[in-house]
């Protein structure tokens, strides 16, 4: 049965499922990758993935599209929608068609019209060269060769053959840098000052590539003051990156990983004062985005957490595009919130300029449950922050989320419940405020409470994430009081087949499964509840309720998908005995049910029973319903979805006075066999020690040494 979502329970699945890394959780597709969806509930959950909790904040404020999972076409017949991994989806995923055209792109087309206003050879233009370049040969690419060329162009006071020695010049450095020394070394007769500046640039700039950053930065230093405009920005701009790159020159070790704390702190800081030099001379300049971009590496490499901090938040409420803000959030997890920082630092129990950041690491904090450390003292401290950004309701549910997760401080919580607004749709903050007080009247038992208030929000709710976690929540609610026949009744809200189907499996008594597997809903509900009841029937030896079970099969009218539901393909139980383990003949299961609902004691049936689950395989199977991060109490757990126990089969015939020699020989074969080869049980039940499974091989070998069977055992495990 399940068990209420308290604080540590959470936090253990939380963890379990999905392995906590840094301030996100591994063992999934990548985070915001096309077709890698959300995993976490749609409320701001401490055991969701950080990610998703501030891709959903963080949304709250503009309309931007979720990346969440599609709704199936009917959900009443679909298993796929819950919350977490959706590993099929993105492996499944549609491949990106393959440009067919061979039309030149945008950027080609551009350059060849430039190189034959130039005068030069529209020669083939290796892009695919680009793509490999690293580290600071990246901007040496054909775009930037592009924009060289547009300043070239635009530059009145160049000559024809200027301009196109300096072009010859800027595709020679694009080439490499080292041997366009020569090249440029011919552009020593230019005369012209604006046609020396742009030499002059090409100069440092194969500098900067050939890694000589004192050179380029004192012939980029000197171009800031050049009266040509273009390469003076572009000369301001290049200073910030000579000095960045700089910084890091004896920062990758041996094997090519990274080390901030190996970063030269004068270079990084002459590179923070180049960039905002250039960003207060060229507030909207060309390069006043990656400029800006450059300064959170800079803080980054200066270990400058509070700096860091607010400008990724200005750049998570800046975001337009989704794309974008899935940048950014990658970002602040790589730089901010992979470990290195933690929310105790001065960064987030300020919060002044980043309380959407702090939020999601306290958030995190509380997954510790009563371990977690943040005081009351502590949250009062950052209200004001949260007050100055008109986000107090934020810093309302991280408190009340502490006194549930933290100190489990149930009674505090219900004391003020939360508005039940339905329509319009509530924003995040509200609905994890609703998640919350429901959960709390879950951990104090109180299910009828529990019920009326998820039914209350559930009403006139519009089909989405937050209507499916709140059918999850009165699931686990009926569940969890011993009603699950509520779950089914006419008037219940709860359609998902996916939270149908995980009650039928778990927890649903045996009169509920007769009762579905003939007035379920549709024929895939009607063939979840048959195949589990028909399983349910065999595990606990009811052969003659087996038999009157299957008749039940007549109430499903078509076909299901074999495909999505072959966990629970009724064809399981038309095994015709086939597959048996060669000299041990069995017939067809319904004639072995027979047997044994006549007796249950005959030696034959039982191995012929226990033939059938080894070959067919058959259970109840915890896939695909255990796929949604749910607390289960682990006894029940285990026995609604453990393997049948043919072991059991077998030590009952082992254990019978009458069983033939046949059958009682081949019957400690194989319960011997169970342990092969790992030593470990795979026949289910309890495993029996190994001194056990040494008797059954000497009584195998000593009592029926002429039995195909003991000349075919050479060992035990």
């Known amino acids: 049965m399940l068990r209420k979502p308290q604080a540590l329970a959470l936090l253990l699945l939380s963890l379990s499922a999905t392995q906590a890394i840094a301030s996100s959780d591994g063992g999934s597709c990548p985070w915001g990758a096309p077709y890698c969806y959300l995993e976490g509930e749609p409320w701001l959950n401490p055991a969701s993935d950080t990610r998703d909790n501030l891709i959903r904040l963080v949304t709250r404020d503009k309309p931007l599209a979720l990346p969440v999972l599609p709704f199936p076409q009917d959900i009443t017949r679909s298993r796929s929608y819950y919350f977490g991994t959706h590993l099929d989806e993105w492996y499944d995923a549609p491949e990106t068609p393959q440009e067919t055209t061979t039309a030149p792109d945008p950027l080609t087309t551009t350059l060849i019209a430039q190189l034959t206003a130039l005068g030069l050879e529209t020669t083939a233009l290796d892009r695919e060269a680009d793509e490999d370049r690293e580290n600071r040969f990246v901007s040496n690419n054909l775009a930037t060769v592009s924009a060289f060329f547009t300043a070239l162009q635009a530059e009145k006071n160049l000559t024809p053959d200027e301009r196109r020695a300096l072009a010859q010049a800027r595709l020679a450095l694009h080439a490499s840098p080292t041997p366009a020394n020569a090249a440029l070394d011919a552009l020593s007769a230019l005369n012209g000052s604006a046609a020396q500046a742009f ?31 273009w390469v003076s920005e572009t000369a301001s701009y290049m200073l910030m990156r000579n000095a960045l790159n700089q910084s890091t020159h004896n920062a990758t070790d041996e094997y090519g990983f990274f080390n901030n704390q190996a970063i030269d702190s004068a270079a990084v ?23 800006t971009g450059m300064l959170r590496r800079i803080a980054w490499y200066q270990q400058d957490w509070t700096t860091l901090a607010g400008d990724l938040e200005q750049q998570l409420t800046a975001a337009d595009t989704t794309d974008a803000l899935i940048a950014t959030i990658g970002e602040a997890e790589s730089k901010l919130q992979n470990g290195m920082v933690s ?15 702090a939020a999601s690491e306290i958030l995190r904090a509380l997954r510790e449950g009563s371990k977690a450390t943040i005081s009351q003292q502590q949250l009062d401290a950052l209200k004001p922050a949260y007050e100055n950004a008109s986000l107090l309701p934020l810093w309302n549910y991280l408190h009340h989320a502490r006194q549930f997760w933290q100190l489990a401080d149930y009674d505090a919580l219900l004391a003020t419940p939360p508005a039940a607004q339905t329509t319009p749709q509530p924003d995040v903050i509200l609905f994890s405020e609703q998640v919350l007080y429901g959960d709390a009247l879950m951990a104090k038992k109180q299910w009828a409470e529990a019920d009326r208030w998820w039914l209350r929000l559930l009403k006139d709710r519009p089909a989405g994430e937050q209507q499916q976690l709140l059918e999850k929540r009165l699931m686990q609610t009926r569940t969890e009081s011993g009603n699950p026949e509520a779950i089914f009744a006419a008037d219940s809200p709860i359609t998902n087949l996916y939270w149908r189907s995980l009650t039928l499996k ?24 048959l195949h589990t009841l028909l399983t349910r029937d065999l595990m606990a030896g009811d052969y003659q309720g087996y038999l009157q079970d299957k008749a039940l099969r007549q109430h499903i009218t078509g076909p299901v998908d074999t495909r999505v539901f072959d966990d629970v393909a009724l064809t399981t139980f038309d095994w015709t005995g086939a597959g048996t383990t060669p000299g041990y003949a069995c017939p067809a299961l319904d004639n072995t049910v027979a047997v044994l609902a006549k007796n249950g004691d005959d030696s034959h049936a039982l191995n012929c029973l226990g033939e059938f689950i080894f070959a067919s395989n058959v259970t109840i199977s915890p896939a695909p319903e255990l796929l949604d991060y749910m607390i289960w109490d682990a006894p029940e757990t ?80």
């Open 506 to 529: 778990s927890v649903a008594p045996l009169p509920l499964l007769r009762r579905q597997a003939e007035h379920g809903m549709n024929d895939e509900e009607r063939t979840i509840a």
């Open 269 to 291: 800081q002459q590179a923070r004062e180049d960039a905002k030099a250039y960003l207060t001379a060229w507030p909207e300049g060309q390069y006043a985005d990656s400029a």
């Open 199 to 229: 030499r002059d640039y090409l100069m440092a700039s194969a500098w900067f590539y050939q890694g000589d950053y004192a050179r380029a930065g004192s012939a980029f230093n000197a171009l800031k003051a050049a009266p040509q405009p």
């Open 343 to 357: 929310w105790q630092s001065q960064v987030f129990t300020h919060a002044d300029h980043a309380p959407r950041l």
């Open 638 to 717: 285990q026995s609604a979805f453990s393997s049948p126990d043919r072991q059991a089969l077998y030590q009952r015939v082992i254990a019978s006075t009458k069983a033939e020699p046949e059958d009682k020989s081949y019957a400690l074969y194989r319960a011997v066999m169970c342990y092969a080869p790992s030593g470990y049980n795979h026949c289910g039940g309890k495993e029996v020690s190994k001194a056990t499974r040494q008797g059954w091989f000497n009584k195998l070998k000593k009592n029926y040494p002429g039995s195909v069977w003991a000349q075919k055992l050479k060992y035990y495990w």
